[in-house]
Protein backbone atom coordinates (compact mmCIF):
# COMPACT_ATOMS: atom_id res chain seq x y z
CA UNK A 1 0.00 0.00 0.00
CA UNK A 2 1.40 3.36 -0.94
CA UNK A 3 2.27 5.36 2.19
CA UNK A 4 0.28 9.29 1.68
CA UNK A 5 2.93 11.77 3.16
CA UNK A 6 0.36 14.02 5.46
CA UNK A 7 3.36 15.87 6.18
CA UNK A 8 2.15 19.39 5.08
CA UNK A 9 -1.43 18.55 3.71
CA UNK A 10 -3.47 17.27 6.70
CA UNK A 11 -5.60 19.76 8.50
CA UNK A 12 -6.27 16.75 10.91
CA UNK A 13 -4.80 17.55 14.24
CA UNK A 14 -5.02 17.33 17.95
CA UNK A 15 -4.27 19.28 21.43
CA UNK A 16 -2.98 17.09 24.41
CA UNK A 17 -3.45 18.38 28.08
CA UNK A 18 -1.44 16.66 30.63
CA UNK A 19 -1.12 16.53 34.32
CA UNK A 20 1.49 14.96 36.75
CA UNK A 21 0.39 13.64 40.07
CA UNK A 22 1.81 11.82 43.42
CA UNK A 23 3.67 12.86 46.50
CA UNK A 24 7.18 12.99 45.61
CA UNK A 25 8.55 16.02 45.17
CA UNK A 26 11.09 15.39 42.26
CA UNK A 27 7.60 15.02 39.67
CA UNK A 28 7.11 18.60 39.60
CA UNK A 29 10.27 18.53 38.01
CA UNK A 30 10.66 15.79 35.88
CA UNK A 31 6.72 16.23 34.86
CA UNK A 32 8.19 18.30 31.35
CA UNK A 33 11.05 16.33 30.20
CA UNK A 34 8.94 12.53 30.44
CA UNK A 35 6.51 13.43 28.06
CA UNK A 36 7.55 15.50 25.03
CA UNK A 37 6.62 15.81 21.04
CA UNK A 38 8.44 12.78 18.57
CA UNK A 39 8.74 15.55 15.81
CA UNK A 40 10.47 18.06 18.56
CA UNK A 41 12.60 15.28 19.60
CA UNK A 42 13.32 12.68 17.08
CA UNK A 43 16.13 10.50 17.11
CA UNK A 44 19.42 11.41 16.86
CA UNK A 45 20.70 9.54 13.76
CA UNK A 46 17.54 10.84 11.61
CA UNK A 47 17.78 13.82 12.94
CA UNK A 48 21.57 14.04 11.84
CA UNK A 49 21.17 12.51 8.68
CA UNK A 50 20.71 14.53 5.12
CA UNK A 51 17.25 14.47 3.71
CA UNK A 52 19.49 13.32 0.20
CA UNK A 53 21.18 10.34 -0.34
CA UNK A 54 24.62 10.25 -2.41
CA UNK A 55 26.18 12.82 -0.54
CA UNK A 56 23.83 15.51 -1.80
CA UNK A 57 23.14 18.36 0.13
CA UNK A 58 20.31 19.98 -1.60
CA UNK A 59 18.04 20.18 -4.93
CA UNK A 60 20.14 22.81 -5.91
CA UNK A 61 23.33 20.23 -5.26
CA UNK A 62 21.51 18.08 -7.92
CA UNK A 63 20.95 20.34 -10.56
CA UNK A 64 24.51 22.22 -9.88
CA UNK A 65 26.62 19.51 -9.45
CA UNK A 66 25.70 16.66 -11.13
CA UNK A 67 27.89 14.47 -12.79
CA UNK A 68 27.60 11.04 -14.82
CA UNK A 69 27.19 8.83 -11.86
CA UNK A 70 24.34 10.58 -11.12
CA UNK A 71 22.68 11.23 -13.71
CA UNK A 72 23.04 7.86 -14.12
CA UNK A 73 21.33 7.55 -11.14
CA UNK A 74 18.27 9.61 -12.35
CA UNK A 75 18.27 7.64 -15.18
CA UNK A 76 17.48 4.44 -13.90
CA UNK A 77 15.19 5.79 -11.30
CA UNK A 78 17.47 5.17 -8.17
CA UNK A 79 16.09 6.68 -4.80
CA UNK A 80 18.11 9.83 -3.93
CA UNK A 81 16.25 10.61 -0.67
CA UNK A 82 16.72 9.27 2.81
CA UNK A 83 14.73 8.12 5.41
CA UNK A 84 14.78 11.80 6.56
CA UNK A 85 12.35 12.11 3.57
CA UNK A 86 9.82 8.75 4.48
CA UNK A 87 6.32 9.64 4.83
CA UNK A 88 5.73 6.62 7.45
CA UNK A 89 8.87 8.05 9.43
CA UNK A 90 7.68 11.94 9.43
CA UNK A 91 4.38 10.59 10.08
CA UNK A 92 5.31 8.04 12.66
CA UNK A 93 7.19 11.08 14.32
CA UNK A 94 4.42 13.95 14.35
CA UNK A 95 1.73 11.69 15.65
CA UNK A 96 3.55 10.42 18.57
CA UNK A 97 4.77 11.44 21.98
CA UNK A 98 7.71 10.00 23.75
CA UNK A 99 7.87 9.12 27.31
CA UNK A 100 11.09 9.44 29.13
CA UNK A 101 12.31 7.83 32.46
CA UNK A 102 13.80 10.85 34.54
CA UNK A 103 15.92 8.51 36.51
CA UNK A 104 17.62 5.04 36.49
CA UNK A 105 15.77 1.88 36.61
CA UNK A 106 17.27 -1.24 38.07
CA UNK A 107 15.44 -4.71 36.82
CA UNK A 108 16.45 -8.50 37.39
CA UNK A 109 14.91 -10.99 35.78
CA UNK A 110 14.66 -14.63 36.29
CA UNK A 111 13.84 -18.37 34.41
CA UNK A 112 11.27 -18.75 36.62
CA UNK A 113 7.08 -17.71 37.08
CA UNK A 114 7.33 -13.91 39.10
CA UNK A 115 11.09 -13.97 39.31
CA UNK A 116 11.37 -9.88 39.04
CA UNK A 117 12.91 -7.65 41.26
CA UNK A 118 13.63 -4.12 40.83
CA UNK A 119 14.52 -0.63 42.39
CA UNK A 120 15.04 3.37 41.74
CA UNK A 121 16.51 5.31 43.08
CA UNK A 122 13.92 7.95 42.92
CA UNK A 123 10.02 6.77 43.49
CA UNK A 124 8.67 8.43 40.49
CA UNK A 125 8.27 6.44 37.68
CA UNK A 126 7.26 2.97 39.19
CA UNK A 127 7.55 -0.63 38.85
CA UNK A 128 5.20 -3.51 39.05
CA UNK A 129 4.42 -7.23 37.50
CA UNK A 130 1.24 -8.84 37.00
CA UNK A 131 1.51 -12.33 38.34
CA UNK A 132 1.61 -15.47 36.04
CA UNK A 133 -1.67 -16.59 37.05
CA UNK A 134 -2.38 -13.52 34.41
CA UNK A 135 -0.46 -14.82 31.94
CA UNK A 136 0.63 -18.44 32.37
CA UNK A 137 3.64 -19.86 30.62
CA UNK A 138 3.86 -17.54 28.61
CA UNK A 139 7.40 -17.30 27.75
CA UNK A 140 7.63 -13.71 29.04
CA UNK A 141 7.38 -11.48 32.09
CA UNK A 142 5.27 -8.92 32.48
CA UNK A 143 6.38 -5.57 34.12
CA UNK A 144 4.49 -2.16 34.23
CA UNK A 145 5.69 1.28 34.43
CA UNK A 146 3.37 3.30 35.97
CA UNK A 147 4.53 7.20 34.55
CA UNK A 148 2.91 9.46 37.09
CA UNK A 149 0.93 11.31 34.06
CA UNK A 150 -2.54 11.63 32.87
CA UNK A 151 -3.63 13.09 30.05
CA UNK A 152 -6.99 13.75 27.61
CA UNK A 153 -6.96 14.88 23.83
CA UNK A 154 -9.46 17.75 22.83
CA UNK A 155 -11.26 15.46 19.77
CA UNK A 156 -11.54 11.67 20.37
CA UNK A 157 -8.86 9.53 18.82
CA UNK A 158 -6.98 6.24 19.22
CA UNK A 159 -3.48 5.78 20.67
CA UNK A 160 -1.03 2.89 20.47
CA UNK A 161 1.35 1.74 22.40
CA UNK A 162 4.74 0.89 20.48
CA UNK A 163 8.37 -0.64 21.24
CA UNK A 164 10.90 3.40 20.88
CA UNK A 165 12.56 0.92 18.52
CA UNK A 166 14.01 4.23 16.71
CA UNK A 167 15.47 5.41 20.20
CA UNK A 168 16.92 2.47 22.20
CA UNK A 169 16.76 -1.18 22.23
CA UNK A 170 16.23 -1.39 26.29
CA UNK A 171 15.42 -5.42 26.22
CA UNK A 172 11.91 -5.47 26.26
CA UNK A 173 8.98 -5.11 24.49
CA UNK A 174 5.61 -3.17 24.74
CA UNK A 175 2.13 -4.83 25.00
CA UNK A 176 -0.20 -4.25 21.90
CA UNK A 177 -2.28 -2.50 22.55
CA UNK A 178 -4.77 0.13 20.87
CA UNK A 179 -6.47 2.77 23.37
CA UNK A 180 -9.58 5.03 22.80
CA UNK A 181 -8.94 8.91 24.20
CA UNK A 182 -11.04 11.52 24.41
CA UNK A 183 -11.58 15.18 26.54
CA UNK A 184 -14.64 13.07 28.68
CA UNK A 185 -12.02 11.50 30.84
CA UNK A 186 -8.17 11.45 31.26
CA UNK A 187 -6.15 8.27 30.81
CA UNK A 188 -3.65 7.10 32.83
CA UNK A 189 0.02 6.45 31.51
CA UNK A 190 0.71 3.19 32.30
CA UNK A 191 3.14 1.17 29.56
CA UNK A 192 2.52 -2.41 30.34
CA UNK A 193 6.02 -4.27 28.79
CA UNK A 194 7.22 -7.74 28.05
CA UNK A 195 10.58 -9.08 29.60
CA UNK A 196 12.10 -12.33 28.50
CA UNK A 197 11.69 -15.33 31.23
CA UNK A 198 15.46 -14.99 31.46
CA UNK A 199 18.25 -14.65 33.74
CA UNK A 200 19.51 -11.50 33.01
CA UNK A 201 20.16 -8.14 34.81
CA UNK A 202 18.49 -4.88 32.87
CA UNK A 203 20.02 -1.04 33.68
CA UNK A 204 17.65 1.38 31.97
CA UNK A 205 19.51 4.42 32.16
CA UNK A 206 18.14 7.90 33.04
CA UNK A 207 16.86 10.09 30.05
CA UNK A 208 15.75 6.54 28.33
CA UNK A 209 12.61 6.34 25.50
CA UNK A 210 10.30 3.95 27.56
CA UNK A 211 7.35 3.89 24.94
CA UNK A 212 6.35 5.95 22.14
CA UNK A 213 2.49 6.65 22.15
CA UNK A 214 1.62 7.28 18.38
CA UNK A 215 -2.40 8.85 18.08
CA UNK A 216 -4.45 8.57 15.15
CA UNK A 217 -3.93 12.53 14.39
CA UNK A 218 -0.94 14.96 14.16
CA UNK A 219 -0.07 16.63 17.60
CA UNK A 220 -0.72 20.75 17.67
CA UNK A 221 -0.35 21.61 20.91
CA UNK A 222 0.62 19.77 24.02
CA UNK A 223 0.23 21.60 27.53
CA UNK A 224 -0.04 21.21 31.06
CA UNK A 225 -2.99 21.98 33.18
CA UNK A 226 -4.34 20.76 36.68
CA UNK A 227 -6.65 17.82 35.94
CA UNK A 228 -6.76 16.28 39.49
CA UNK A 229 -10.24 16.76 40.16
CA UNK A 230 -10.50 14.67 36.33
CA UNK A 231 -8.01 12.19 37.66
CA UNK A 232 -9.48 11.63 41.46
CA UNK A 233 -13.26 11.42 39.59
CA UNK A 234 -11.50 8.59 37.76
CA UNK A 235 -10.24 6.64 40.31
CA UNK A 236 -13.16 7.06 42.26
CA UNK A 237 -15.06 5.09 39.40
CA UNK A 238 -12.82 2.59 39.19
CA UNK A 239 -12.14 1.52 42.34
CA UNK A 240 -15.86 1.52 43.02
CA UNK A 241 -17.04 -0.47 39.98
CA UNK A 242 -17.52 -4.14 40.98
CA UNK A 243 -17.12 -6.74 38.63
CA UNK A 244 -19.09 -9.79 38.05
CA UNK A 245 -20.84 -11.86 36.07
CA UNK A 246 -23.77 -9.95 36.26
CA UNK A 247 -22.97 -7.52 33.16
CA UNK A 248 -20.96 -4.86 34.88
CA UNK A 249 -18.68 -3.95 32.78
CA UNK A 250 -15.28 -4.33 33.89
CA UNK A 251 -12.38 -2.05 34.36
CA UNK A 252 -8.30 -2.14 34.59
CA UNK A 253 -5.38 0.63 34.92
Known sequence: MQEKNTEKNTTDSINITYDCYGSIS???D????????????P???WRNISPFAHGIKSVEDIVENIDADLANAIDNGRILTTSKRCPGIINHLRQSLVIKTPHDILIRTGINPD?????????????????????GEAPF?????????????????????????????????????????????VFFLNLITLFPRIEKSYHI????????LQFGSALNKIQRE??????????????????TNNGVKEYSI
Not at 121 to 133: M, Y
Not at 142 to 163: E, G, L, R, S
Not at 165 to 175: A, E, P, T
Not at 226 to 243: G, H, M, N, P
Request: charged share 20%; aromatic share 8%; glycine share 2%.
Open 43 to 45: PSW
Open 226 to 243: DLSQDRLKLQFELQSTIA
Open 30 to 41: FGEKMIVKAITS
Open 115 to 135: EVQWTTPVDCIQVSTHSSSQT
Open 26 to 28: EIE
Open 141 to 185: HTIKFIVPIVFKTDKPTNVTMIDPVFYNDLGYRISPGISPVDSTQ
Open 205 to 212: KKNSILAM
